[in-house]
């Protein structure tokens, strides 16, 4: 979802080769991900056009580079290396319990 939206930003759509590129995986796993998204009324798309997010895929995705963000700055105020805390984010932020998230925005509120 993120990177759909940044493609968006950055080019003005999204296309599945592109997704693939940036992912590094095949077209044939970005052309799966897309339908289940279009089955969640996540995106739209028609075979070999771009694709794009509906307002409830630009709501999640919007929700999810917060939440990465909030995972990713947390680690780096624990002080692990950028690099690894942007591995490690990209993980976390995918099974993050609610109740966490808020504890790690707190803790960042405190420090600011």
Sequence with gaps: MELIDDLIAEKGEARAVDLARRLGVT?????????????????????????????????????????????????????????DAELDAEGIEHHISPATLAAMRRHLRSKK
């Design 27 to 83: 077209q044939v796993t970005v052309t799966k991900t897309i339908e289940r998204l279009k089955r969640e009324d996540l995106v739209t798309s028609e075979p070999y056009r771009s694709i794009f997010l509906t307002k409830s895929g630009v709501r999640l995705a919007h929700e999810v580079r917060e939440r990465h963000k909030t995972v990713l700055e947390f680690l780096r105020e624990l002080g692990v290396p950028t690099k």
